[in-house]
Structures are given as C-alpha cells and as structure tokens.
C-alpha cells in the first residue's frame, strides 16, 4: 500500500489542452485528493513513465494513468500496447478517455489491456461525477497493488 502521507497520482495522456483543463476542473469540483500530471501525447507519456530527459527525471510512479485515444506522434492505442508490453510498467492501470464510443475502439482498448473505457460526457456535471468515481475507485487503497 500507499504510505498515507503521499496523494494518488494521475498520469493524463491528453493532447487538447481544454480537456485537460476540464479533468482539472473535475478533479477539484469532484473534490478529489490527487496530484495530476499531463502530458500532450503517448511518447511523452512513456517518457514521463521511464524518467527519460531532464523534464522527466524525478517523475513519480502514477497510481493511475488516464488515456486519450487520438493523439499526435503516439496515439492511445500504441501507448497501452507499449505499457503493456513493459514488465516494469504493465501493473500500472490504465483507463481510456475519449469522446469516442465506436465499439471496435473499446473493444480493441480492453484487448490491448486497458482497465477500463469512460466516454467524456459533453454535460461538464456529469462528467465531474464520472471523474469522481473513477478516481474514487481506483484510489481505494485495497485495489491496488503494492509498489516496489
């Protein structure tokens, strides 16, 4: 388990800076206790996650990485195989963000290991509630694994 003194981290892999502003506004309406750190792609997402450069270098491990499917450079979809595929990182749960709700897309983000699929709700109420459970869920601290 998490010692208690340390917040329940969030890896957002989101290109539009908007929609990161609105999981930032949800987060804080939604009274969550969670640091959120964001990055504009896939690959500086797997940067983030290997403390790869000088940006990333003291980089926390996430409790949690919240995913956009279509980005630039690396998408979604090539970010969840290439975690996946990473023994150091493929514990790390992963959950799709998207405004797409086209069956091949959840379906391939399950078959690529993601932990699960949220559609972004255009209503900023409801997708604040969606957000808070969410993150309520994956911060119980019986859920996740311990880290090493």
């Known amino acids: 388990m998490k010692p208690p003194s340390s917040h329940f981290l969030i890896l957002l892999a989101e290109d539009e800076p908007a ?3 609105l999981l930032r506004l949800a987060l804080i309406e939604g009274r ?18 290997r403390q790869q450069g000088h940006r990333f270098a003291h980089a926390r ?8 499917l279509n980005m630039p450079r690396m998408d979604g979809r090539e970010f969840l195989a290439a975690v996946k595929a ?3 990182l493929c514990d790390i749960p992963v959950v799709v963000l998207s405004t797409s709700e086209v069956e091949r897309d959840v379906v391939a983000a ?13 209503d900023v109420t409801e997708f604040t509630e969606e957000i808070r ?12 694994p311990e880290q090493h």
Do not use: F, M, N
């Open 61 to 68: 491990r996430p409790d949690l990485i919240l995913l956009d």
């Open 19 to 21: 929609d990161a502003h």
């Open 86 to 88: 990473d023994g150091a």
């Open 32 to 49: 969550v206790e969670a640091d959120l750190e964001h990055v504009a792609d896939g690959r500086e997402a797997l940067e983030y996650l």
């Open 133 to 144: 459970q969410l993150t309520a869920y994956w911060a119980c601290p019986e859920r996740l």
């Open 110 to 122: 399950y078959r690529l290991g993601a932990a699960g699929y949220l559609a972004k709700s255009p």
